[in-house]
């Protein structure tokens, strides 16, 4: 097995010797998947490199103000003509997170997988993988390194994003010494990060307001207090008028109950499936959890898809979160 090093060279050197690539990250996209989308989208561009920058859905609005943000091609919106034999792939924790981009993908297509996630699979033809990164950013921060490029601000703003995402605002146990320095550097290169703090994790729409008020009103929890749980209905979603980006941080409230040890969100996609975002306090490994159901994550934070009613589902993560208790 290659090292993080070798590794890091192995991508320079693939980088460096194909061209027109197709960028791709995880379906409802977050801060770290769209500022990684980004960073190679802008390291591409340094190298005078043909690239697409594409998702299933759209970034959200608050990370708008990011370098080319609005190149991302939302597939919601618009097609693609034709297929890319050259694939980035960033912060997909599995091939299938990936969603509906991978239509675009040549059968013959040579995939880099960047990516942080533990549970990540190794796909692909190249793998840039480090489980203990707090963000693809991070990983990316490093990659971008062994370049001779020169940095500047854009830059700086969006890997600043992802590692102030990936470890909710450098509280998180992810927030290691590493990150510290290189957020340190990032700072020093004119990132304004009260502004940015400010932006992603404090400021809230009206209907993200409203949906968790709703999601707030359905907390349950078990018997012994060590489980919470809340839900959201397509209804819900209407009513507030909410997006997916509205849901954002709403598994947190359950999770940071005193004694709480599993936070969860049941959030019903239709009739037939439910997305479960799971959040542990320390005892127990929620990506390991979330892969019973075809899922993945981190130790901490993690989720899955389930094909099932909500009433099927609850009880069903419910028992899993029992026996991994």
């Known amino acids: 097995m290659q090292s993080y090093e ?15 690539y197709l960028v791709v990250s995880h379906v409802q996209p977050d801060g770290d998947a769209v500022s990684s989308t980004l960073a190679v989208g802008w390291l591409l561009s340094c190298l005078g490199k043909k690239y697409t920058m594409l998702n299933e859905g759209p970034i959200p609005q608050r990370m708008e103000y ?5 190149e991302i091609v939302n597939l919601a919106e618009g097609e693609l003509q034709r297929q890319y034999s050259n694939v980035i792939c960033v912060d997909c924790a599995d ?20 990516d942080h996630h533990p549970t ?16 693809t950013a991070e990983i990316l921060f490093d990659l971008l390194k062994t370049f001779q490029v020169e940095w500047n601000l854009d830059i700086a703003t969006a890997l600043y994003t992802g590692l102030l995402t990936d470890t909710g605002g450098f509280r998180y146990s992810n927030t290691s010494p590493k990150v510290m320095a290189a957020v340190s550097e990032l700072l020093a290169m004119g990132v304004n990060g009260p502004e940015l703090a400010e932006n992603l994790l404090e400021e809230m729409t009206l209907p993200q307001v409203k949906v968790l008020n709703r999601a707030l009103n359905t ?11 809340v839900h959201v209905t397509p209804q819900d979603m209407l009513d507030c008028g909410a997006a997916n980006e509205d849901l954002e941080g709403i598994v947190n409230y359950p ?21 479960v975002s799971l959040r542990s306090a320390g ?11 075809g899922g993945g994550g981190h130790t901490r934070a993690a989720g899955a898809r389930l094909d099932a009613t909500m009433e099927q589902a609850i009880p069903m993560v419910l028992e899993e979160v029992r026996r991994h208790l």
């Open 6 to 20: 070798q590794s890091l060279q192995q991508t320079r050197k693939f980088l460096l010797e194909h061209d027109d």
């Open 66 to 70: 990011l370098w080319h943000a609005g």
């Open 95 to 114: 091939f299938q997170r990936v969603g509906l981009t991978q239509r675009y993908f040549a059968s013959d297509a040579l995939i880099v997988n960047i």
């Open 120 to 135: 990540n699979n190794g796909y692909g033809f190249v793998t840039l993988i480090k489980p203990d990164a707090a963000a």
């Open 219 to 229: 907390l349950e929890m078990s018997p012994e207090g060590d489980i919470a749980w």
């Open 255 to 275: 999770r940071n109950i005193r004694g709480v040890e599993v936070g969860i969100l049941f959030k019903v996609i239709n009739e037939h499936a439910v997305k």
């Open 283 to 293: 005892k127990v490994d929620v990506a390991a959890l979330a892969q019973v159901f």
